[in-house]
């Protein structure tokens, strides 16, 4: 049954977030063996969202129960061919990852590196990482966000397709547990100055995120992979933004101490 308790009132909030996708669907056909580990693999470990304007909005999922155990969970949105995904899950086995993507051969690898690893604490969602912030997962659910290497869309009529907007950094810090982190990394300069802009622009009067000055809860190391090597050799350094939701003030005493 539908819990339509706090889901509801972010839906409703959801309609001042920007719903133009900030991803592009690439087409790409699966190997043989990629395909076995579509057809055995993903009923069990991924999930596919309605797309759509007329699609229904989705059922809150239930963490614990996605993941069979209940653990700090990191949401990774664009996992891309999920080498990172996988090498930090291995690193952190009591830390659970719902990694979001809408490649499905870069899913369908991950899937592999699943198996291979005998990993037990990644789940997965092919579509849009807003439909899975806004509707899927519930406020103060989450431990981390992880966005590495998101689309830089750098023509300035495309801006708008930015994942980090003013709007999806509120909903990602209303998914954040006080204490959780979001940690996002670009090699585009261009982008960089627009996230620093974006999180030094935050309502401190609406859920925030602020500088990390402390231990993080979860693994802040990621794994260098082929493409950021690449950035590299070019001459692109990579920028990288740590933040945390801060803790929830203290409830002023009442007069008179405890009843």
Same mark, same amino acid.
Not at 16 to 27: G, Q
Not at 94 to 112: F, I, S
């Given at each position: 049954?539908?819990?339509?308790?706090?889901?509801?009132?972010?839906?409703?909030?959801?309609?001042?977030?920007?719903?133009?996708?900030?991803?592009?669907?690439?087409?790409?056909?699966?190997?043989?063996?990629?395909?076995?580990?579509?057809?055995?693999?993903?009923?069990?470990?991924?999930?596919?969202?309605?797309?759509?304007?007329?699609?229904?909005?989705?059922?809150?999922?239930?963490?614990?129960?996605?993941?069979?155990?209940?653990?700090?969970?990191?949401?990774?949105?664009?996992?891309?061919?999920?080498?990172?995904?996988?090498?930090?899950?291995?690193?952190?086995?009591?830390?659970?990852?719902?990694?979001?993507? @809408?490649?499905?051969?870069?899913?369908?690898? +991950?899937?592999? =590196?699943?198996?291979?690893?005998? !990993? /037990?604490? &990644? %789940?997965? @969602?092919?579509?849009?990482?807003?439909?899975? +912030?806004?509707? =899927?997962?519930?406020?103060?659910? !989450? /431990?981390? &966000? %992880?966005?590495?290497?998101?689309?830089?869309?750098?023509?300035?009529?495309?801006?708008?397709?930015?994942?980090?907007?003013?709007?999806?950094?509120?909903?990602?810090?209303?998914?954040?547990?006080?204490?959780?982190?979001?940690?996002?990394?670009?090699?585009?300069?261009?982008?960089?100055?627009?996230?620093?802009?974006?999180?030094?622009?935050?309502?401190?009067?609406?859920?925030?995120?602020?500088?990390?000055?402390?231990?993080?809860?979860?693994?802040?190391?990621?794994?260098?992979?082929?493409?950021?090597?690449?950035?590299?050799?070019?001459?692109?350094?990579?920028?990288?933004?740590?933040?945390?939701?801060?803790?929830?003030?203290?409830?002023?005493?009442?007069?008179?101490?405890?009843?």
């Amino acid at each position: 049954m539908r819990n339509d308790g706090p889901v509801s009132e972010s839906l409703d909030q959801s309609r001042r977030y920007p719903r133009v996708t900030s991803f592009r669907f690439r087409r790409g056909s699966l190997t043989s063996g990629q395909q076995r580990n579509w057809e055995t693999l993903w009923p069990r470990l991924g999930r596919d969202l309605a797309i759509g304007v007329d699609r229904v909005p989705e059922d809150a999922v239930d963490l614990p129960e996605l993941f069979g155990r209940d653990a700090p969970v990191v949401l990774e949105i664009g996992s891309g061919t999920g080498v990172s995904t996988a090498a930090m899950a291995e690193a952190e086995p009591d830390v659970d990852v719902l990694a979001v993507e @809408v490649y499905k051969p870069g899913l369908a690898q +991950l899937l592999g =590196l699943v198996d291979r690893g005998g !990993l /037990t604490n &990644i %789940r997965m @969602v092919r579509g849009d990482a807003v439909v899975v +912030l806004t509707e =899927l997962l519930r406020p103060q659910s !989450l /431990t981390g &966000i %992880r966005v590495f290497f998101p689309d830089p869309w750098p023509k300035s009529r495309h801006h708008k397709r930015r994942l980090v907007q003013s709007g999806t950094l509120e909903l990602m810090a209303d998914r954040l547990k006080p204490g959780g982190v979001l940690h996002i990394a670009t090699d585009h300069a261009g982008y960089a100055e627009w996230i620093a802009e974006h999180l030094a622009t935050q309502r401190p009067d609406r859920p925030h995120v602020i500088q990390l000055t402390r231990d993080a809860p979860i693994l802040l190391d990621r794994p260098t992979t082929k493409f950021e090597g690449r950035a590299e050799r070019e001459g692109r350094g990579v920028n990288e933004f740590v933040y945390v939701r801060p803790d929830l003030p203290t409830p002023p005493a009442t007069e008179g101490g405890d009843a």
